[in-house]
């Protein structure tokens, strides 16, 4: 299929270069365990869950030891068999130190055994209660719980599930292994939400720069024999395409309104590592405890796609994959355009993280910045059709109530804009702190 007849949503994006190589052609190994876990309370949206285990306490894997009864959250489970040696605190890299539970692994301890269970002779609300019970967030990185997501309000109806795997971002490729080496997962996990939301139309979308991937999945859709509910769409390759209003206007043509949501046009959207979490969850009875993450960059001695253990360090990864090079200037958790920077390798792996870039000066190209020269760049390549040029000016001059009306909480933070901004302005961190010092006024 030629690039001309692949689909893509309209308004802006961009095309950094993808970088793929080698994390994409190597298959996922597990990472040993290592000998201690510390497992973050705070891995999804929303506030920190209480914890439910003590200082000495033994806990089993897959065990609940931190949950949100009330608001937005989502329950942490252990990820091995050992003891509690502490509850602590470990950094995050937005919050500062966020509580957590130390665990020290017992290596003979048994190992989580599967409870099959036939999904399909479960109601749909039965479905909705084992992924709530086994802390599901969306894996693509924004960590959202999913039970939460499943349920859009009553007023709104929805009429089709898109399965995200999209993986716009440089450097990543744990979606891209997930659909290749785990295909039927990932297809039984969409049929699975299909369910609970009541529809019959599903669409799973992939850029056509993994064609191994959409080829795998079209062959594993006709072999659940749902060829005519599932539809596997190749999309053409533009960044922001896996932002989620950008990927339902890629497929469906419907625009999400300002401030609205999905479901607002009929849609609900999970990623493809979703999907693969939720079929564990439902079909094997086992809490989500355990990612792909990637780990890439010239500043790492090998690249891999390592299925790790929330609560792992990026310490521990990294020497495991021999260490970091001589020439390695900053970390990423998550892809370059809208991942986080952090200072050291201090973090533990959560939910969320979908990649751990260890970067070059070469590669992320820091420098100064210089003032705006209204060349408009920025305007051409916003996918929402914003003015970060203007946010970016004002909130310079501390003005950040000026802000609002060029467009700044319909920003989520795709890094477009700093992209294409021939000053290297940092217009997504003014951007951010627009939000936070508005946020905090209240």
Same mark, same amino acid.
């Given at each position: 299929?030629?690039? *001309?007849?692949?689909?893509?949503?309209?308004?802006?994006?961009?095309?950094?270069?993808?970088?793929?190589?080698?994390?994409?052609?190597?298959?996922?190994?597990?990472?040993?365990?290592?000998?201690?876990?510390?497992?973050?309370?705070?891995?999804?949206?929303?506030?920190?869950?209480?914890?439910?285990?003590?200082?000495?306490?033994?806990?089993?894997?897959?065990?609940?030891?931190?949950?949100?009864?009330?608001?937005?959250?989502?329950s942490v489970h252990s990820p091995c068999a050992g003891k509690v040696t502490g509850l602590v605190r470990t950094p995050n890299p937005i919050l500062g130190l966020v509580p957590a539970v130390a665990i020290e692994p017992d290596p003979e301890a048994a190992a989580f055994a599967p409870l099959p269970e036939d999904w399909e002779a479960m109601e749909a609300c039965d479905i909705l209660g084992r992924i709530k019970e086994a802390g599901v967030v969306g894996m693509g990185g924004a960590g959202f719980p999913t039970h939460i997501k499943l349920c859009p309000p009553p007023d709104l109806k929805v009429d089709t599930f898109i399965a995200n795997g999209v993986e716009c971002e440089s450097y990543l490729a744990a979606d891209h292994r997930l659909m290749l080496e785990r295909t039927a997962d990932v297809v039984q996990g969409v049929r699975i939400l299909r369910k609970v939301l009541?529809?019959?139309?599903?669409?799973?979308?992939?850029?056509?720069?993994?064609?191994?991937?959409?080829?795998?999945?079209?062959?594993?859709?006709?072999?659940?024999?749902?060829g005519g509910r599932i539809s596997v769409q190749p999309l053409a390759v533009k960044y922001p395409q896996g932002s989620e209003k950008q990927l339902i206007s890629a497929l469906t043509g419907r625009n999400v309104p300002a401030g609205g949501l999905p479901a607002h046009v009929g849609c609900v959207v999970q990623n493809v590592g979703t999907c693969c979490a939720v079929y564990e969850a439902v079909a094997l009875?086992?809490?989500?405890?355990?990612?792909?993450?990637?780990?890439?960059?010239?500043?790492?001695?090998?690249?891999?796609?390592?299925?790790?253990?929330?609560? *792992?360090? %990026?310490?521990?990864?990294?020497?495991?994959?021999?260490?970091?090079?001589?020439?390695?200037?900053?970390?990423? %958790?998550?892809?370059?355009?809208?991942?986080?920077?952090?200072?050291? %390798?201090?973090?533990?792996?959560?939910?969320?993280?979908?990649?751990? %870039?260890?970067?070059?000066?070469?590669?992320?190209?820091?420098?100064?910045?210089?003032?705006?020269?209204?060349?408009?760049?920025?305007?051409?390549?916003?996918?929402?059709?914003?003015?970060?040029?203007?946010?970016?000016?004002?909130?310079?001059?501390?003005?950040?109530?000026?802000?609002?009306?060029?467009?700044?909480?319909?920003?989520?933070?795709?890094?477009?804009?700093?992209?294409?901004?021939?000053?290297?302005?940092?217009?997504?961190?003014?951007?951010?702190?627009?939000?936070?010092?508005?946020?905090?006024?209240?």
């Open positions: 299929m030629s690039s *001309t007849a692949l689909r893509t949503f309209s308004l802006g994006g961009v095309h950094p270069p993808g970088r793929k190589a080698p994390a994409a052609g190597l298959a996922i190994e597990a990472l040993p365990a290592p000998s201690e876990y510390v497992v973050p309370l705070l891995q999804h949206c929303g506030a920190p869950a209480a914890p439910l285990v003590k200082k000495g306490e033994v806990v089993a894997e897959g065990q609940c030891i931190g949950r949100v009864d009330k608001g937005l959250g989502a009541g529809v019959e139309r599903a669409l799973i979308g992939v850029e056509a720069n993994k064609p191994d991937a959409i080829a795998a999945l079209l062959a594993a859709v006709e072999a659940a024999g749902e009875g086992r809490p989500c405890y355990e990612r792909v993450v990637t780990v890439a960059g010239a500043g790492v001695a090998r690249a891999a796609n390592l299925r790790c253990r929330v609560g *792992t360090s %990026l310490r521990y990864l990294v020497e495991y994959l021999g260490g970091a090079t001589d020439e390695a200037a900053s970390c990423v %958790l998550g892809g370059p355009m809208m991942g986080l920077a952090v200072q050291n %390798l201090d973090y533990r792996v959560t939910k969320a993280t979908s990649g751990v %870039l260890l970067l070059t000066a070469a590669e992320t190209g820091t420098g100064d910045f210089g003032p705006c020269i209204r060349c408009g760049r920025c305007l051409d390549a916003c996918p929402m059709g914003l003015e970060p040029r203007d946010i970016s000016i004002y909130a310079e001059r501390g003005r950040y109530a000026d802000t609002p009306r060029f467009g700044l909480w319909d920003c989520f933070e795709c890094g477009s804009c700093a992209y294409v901004c021939p000053a290297k302005r940092p217009l997504v961190q003014f951007i951010r702190a627009s939000k936070l010092r508005l946020r905090c006024r209240g």
